[in-house]
């Protein structure tokens, strides 16, 4: 079965960096897009980035351009979100995403605070 499992997350304070990682498992890897959520508390998911099955292609929620990167590995079945800059208004749990066969599939999900 599908399976994301998230990992990288922390305590940051501002203007510091981190990088999230995804493993996936349970599906042909390269074939789907993938995509980074957040959830900050009280708030809805909100999608921060995705990036094409072959990663030629990514976009970004406005919030994030030119802070993350999203990226991913073919070889390894995994997505990476790079994370730079960050600013409290960051803080949340990170889920990566995948859309295979008309279902939405989530990870456990990764907490970042960031906080001086």
């Known amino acids: 079965q599908v399976q994301l499992v998230e990992s990288g997350g922390g305590l940051v304070q501002p203007g510091g960096s981190l990088t999230l990682s995804c493993a996936a498992s349970?599906?042909?890897?390269?074939?789907?897009?993938m995509r980074w959520y957040r959830q900050a508390p009280g708030k809805e998911r909100q999608l921060v980035a995705t990036?094409?099955?072959?990663?030629?292609?990514?976009s970004y929620v406005d919030a994030v351009k030119g802070r993350f990167t999203i990226s991913r590995d073919n070889a390894k079945n995994s997505v990476y979100l790079q994370m730079n800059s960050l600013k409290p208004e960051d803080t949340a749990v990170y889920y990566c995403?995948?859309?295979?066969?008309?279902?939405?599939?989530w990870g456990q999900g990764t907490q970042v605070t960031v906080s001086s």
């Open positions: 995403n995948v859309l295979r066969d008309g279902a939405a599939y």
């Open positions: 349970g599906f042909i890897f390269s074939s789907y897009f």
């Open positions: 990036i094409s099955n072959g990663g030629g292609s990514r």
